[in-house]
């Protein structure tokens, strides 16, 4: 999984697709996969969304600006 985001790495650990974990948190999922590849970042309401399905650290997955770490 090389040049993969932390966060992307923790959701396929967890066996879900972005279409799954777009449609638990309520958003599209081609602002996942934005989120993902870093060219969207989250908002703090959607970092703390994603962070509640797949659990772990805002500090380990986001940078402070919001865009996803690698």
Do not use: N, W
Not at 3 to 11: D, E, M, N, P, Q
């Amino acid at each position: 999984m090389e040049g993969a985001t932390r966060l992307t790495i923790r959701r396929m650990r967890q066996g879900m697709t972005q279409r799954a974990l777009a449609k638990k948190i309520g958003i599209h999922p081609y602002v996942l996969c934005g989120i993902e590849r870093r060219k969207l970042t989250a908002s703090p309401e959607r970092r703390a969304a994603i962070l509640a399905v797949l659990g772990g650290s805002e500090a380990v997955f986001f940078e402070p600006s919001g865009l996803a770490r690698q």
